[in-house]
């Protein structure tokens, strides 16, 4: 490796370098990350800091520990991950450098950067992010019977580029004084003319909607869930919403009266506003089961310590750091039998789609293509 170690804010000597470059090389690379422009809105990706300016650090003690730091490019949010790293290094010693921005950005850098990296690891959201990452040479296959007897196949690359770590569920919400469950079922029943003017809905930049649509494309065939878009659409309440936040809480604000966002979002919300007026329904359960997605990691193609990350992803895949996911970020355990918070438990169990995550990467393309045509911004 190089004795530069980049870091977001953990370092002594800065050197500012504008992010311009990185949207350049972005462009220059032909980096497909269309969840880009959403995430600087979103929770889960990058501070403002970081959106604006990078710290570009030498850091003569990563440097000096060698083999034993790990540094991660990170999209999740700081607060929400680093404590599980805290713990890690609090067992192992190995210290950890960690690098927070958004995913787009983060790619483009490890483009740019390629075998002189810093990077160990990429840790971030969504089996589409992860994809990409992987179809773009920036993760390299790994074995581990570790990670194939804590992480199911469903939410693993089948190649071993990459891992979920934890999962969310992309479900319906709703106004309990307006709507009552039982005229609630499936994604696509938000299509039907009954919900005009009453459904709200983020934008199709978002990773995550082209991951659900991909999974109906998977599911009903693209026909029918060209349809179906087109019927959101025509039943919108106001203009789609940039995360999944303001989404929720238009919906308590009684501007609409369903809504589809991630179930961790709610959760927060719940932690700040244990009153909050919007219910939580589990979507599809008479059918394929509500859609699930992955937070999750790989091991960067230039590291030169591929050892030390994939032990990480172990480490982060073990029943602690499971559990920690749990309680912490309000997101599912990955791994089966670990005990999730009484937040989650009070949401009641649900079928989860069986399908497997990548077809959210491979049908990507398609859905955004979809969502364009039928007029869904
Ligand atoms: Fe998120």
């Known amino acids: 490796m190089s004795l530069t170690a980049i870091s977001a804010n953990l370092s002594s000597t800065k050197l500012i370098l504008p992010v311009a470059v990185f949207g350049l090389m972005l462009g220059l690379t032909g980096c497909n990350n269309s969840s880009t422009p959403a995430e600087g809105v979103d929770a889960e990706a990058g501070t403002e800091q970081s959106s604006t300016e990078q710290e570009v650090a030498t850091n003569d003690d990563a440097t000096a ?28 010693g190995v210290k950890i450098e960690l690098v927070t921005d958004k995913t787009g950005p983060l790619m483009a850098r490890l483009q740019a950067e390629g075998k002189n990296t810093p990077a160990d690891m990429l840790l971030t959201v969504d089996a589409g992010n992860l994809w990409q990452a992987a179809e773009q040479g920036l993760l390299q296959p790994v ?45 696509a029943d938000l299509a039907d003319p009954k919900w005009k003017g009453k459904l709200c809905r ?61 179930s961790y979002y709610y959760g927060r919300l719940l932690d700040e506003k244990p009153n ?5 329904f589990w ?41 920690l ?38 049908l990507q393309t398609k859905a955004i293509q979809m969502m364009d045509k039928a007029g869904y911004k």
């Open 65 to 92: 520990a060698g083999g034993q730091t790990v540094t991660i490019y990170s999209s999740r949010n700081e607060q929400l991950i680093k404590p599980l790293l805290d713990r890690y290094t609090e067992q192992t």
């Open 143 to 187: 074995s581990s019977t570790i990670l194939e007897a804590n992480v199911p196949a469903k939410y693993r690359d089948p190649k071993g580029q990459w891992t979920g770590l934890s999962l969310r569920a992309r479900t319906i919400f709703y106004d309990p004084s307006k709507v009552s469950a039982d005229q609630l079922s499936t994604y």
């Open 202 to 262: 983020r934008t199709s930049k978002k990773v995550y909607n082209q991951s659900l649509v991909a999974s109906m494309m998977e599911h009903l065939g693209e026909e029918k869930t060209e349809q179906v878009i087109r019927g959101w659409v025509d039943n919108l309440a106001t203009d789609v919403f940039s995360d999944d936040t303001n989404l929720l809480e238009a919906i308590a604000a009684g501007q609409c009266e369903v809504g589809i966002a991630n």
């Open 283 to 323: 979507a599809n359960q008479g059918t394929t089961g509500t859609h699930v997605n992955i937070s999750g990691a790989g091991v960067v193609t230039g590291s030169d310590n591929p050892d030390g990350a994939l032990k990480l992803m172990e480490w982060l895949s073990s029943d602690e750091a499971q559990g």
């Open 325 to 362: 996911y749990a309680s912490a970020d309000k997101e599912f355990p990955v791994k089966a039998g670990i005990d999730e918070s009484e937040m989650l438990k009070s949401w009641g169990p649900f079928k989860q789609d069986d399908i497997s995550v990548q077809k959210f990467g491979e």
């Open 276 to 280: 909050f007026p919007v219910k939580i």
